[in-house]
């Protein structure tokens, strides 16, 4: 597993950002993708989370209504749709795969492999 974090960028509150996960090294398949966020001095929070197989999606609380996770088998990518950003939303993202439960799917514990994140900055 080798995964590649873009799409980050600078952006108005209000507007749109869609980051992609790409697995460079092989897929996806039997694996959990996980987005999670840092800002600076604060630990890595959940955002959203994706199963390979099925589809099954979950979310924080941070992005519950506003961000959607996706993914696409043909271009192995996972995806994570941002709209209705906030300043509040500024962070680094990163994604993560791993073979989380119930009950640790929000811990980046769960997660063995990351990619190297990519910068969200929102100006108020």
């Known amino acids: 597993v080798q995964l590649q974090a873009s799409g980050g960028g600078l952006v108005q509150a209000g507007g749109s950002l869609r980051l992609s996960c790409i697995n460079s090294?092989?897929?996806?398949?039997?694996?959990?993708t996980g987005w999670f966020r840092q800002a600076p001095g604060k630990e890595r929070e959940f955002v959203a989370a994706?199963?390979?197989?099925?589809?099954?999606?979950v979310y924080g609380d941070s992005g519950k209504g506003r961000f959607t996770v996706s993914k696409d088998h043909a271009k192995n990518t996972v995806y994570l749709q941002m709209n209705g950003l906030k300043p509040e939303d500024t962070a680094s993202y990163y994604c993560?795969?791993?073979?989380?439960?119930?009950?640790?799917?929000?811990?980046?514990?769960?997660?063995?492999?990351w990619g190297q994140g990519t910068l969200v900055t929102v100006s108020s």
């Open positions: 090294a092989g897929t996806f398949s039997g694996f959990t």
């Open positions: 994706i199963r390979w197989n099925g589809g099954n999606t």
């Open positions: 993560g795969v791993g073979r989380p439960i119930l009950s640790n799917f929000r811990s980046p514990d769960a997660y063995y492999y």
